[in-house]
């Protein structure tokens, strides 16, 4: 398990390796390919611009408690790579003359659960759901487009949320190590109750990116819980002496 401080290097180095985008090849967005996906992109990109405050907040009560320094700063950079996905993620919409929006039905209810609920477990556990749901997202927004734009940025927003996946779910063991074996089993099965819900959400509003990849729903269902398993199954391979981890990851739903 990499420590804040072994993160905040991974920021700092990742920001100086970017892929080259070929912006030059100007909107080719096919008629089709906007009543595919356009919409579905409009909402992602939404999704990406958060700010992080209340986010940042919960990072500093628990630097402070902790005496984790480094989670902050490390923090600040992830945000800043979510809103660079925003960013290129708006240009290309521009490119292709689609109009932004200014919010999203799934993104308030995530930000009212991130603040309802506020701490930084809550705001992590939220958020490693949409992390986890943007590998599948993205994976099928690059075979569904022919766009060279919009194929190079699902590739360098794929590289980056491997790594936040990592981070997260990295930072939820942390917070959840000490708790105990009856609770941290009730933890995982809201986590998977959330990650269920939004899998729900995502098939009927951004279904048709997933079809357009020519992938089922069933398709969708397997690869999200896969990911699922993946990442918190990678914490629990990482980190041994969590005994909790380790009982509690067997009933995954597939
Ligand atoms: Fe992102
Ligand atoms: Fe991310």
Known sequence: MKTSTDWLRYFQ????????????????????????IGRSVQEFQRGESSEGK??????????????????VPALR?????????????????TLNGIPLVETTFPDKVFRLLRHVLGTLEVSVAVLITAEIISQVYYAALRTATSSAILRRLCDQILRDEAAHVEFQTEQLAKLRAKRSRWLYGLTMTAQRGLFFGTCLVVWMVHGCVFREAGQTLGDFWRSAWQHFGRAFTAVRTSNPSNANARQHLSGIPR
């Open 54 to 71: 209340h986010f940042m907040r919960y990072a500093e009560r628990y630097a402070v408690a902790t005496g984790d320094r480094d989670y």
């Open 77 to 93: 950079l992830f945000i800043a790579e979510e809103q660079r996905h925003a960013r290129v993620l708006a240009r290309f919409l």
């Open 13 to 36: 180095d990742n920001s100086q390796h970017l892929l080259d985008i070929p912006w030059h090849t100007g909107g080719e967005l096919t008629a089709r390919e906007r009543r595919a």
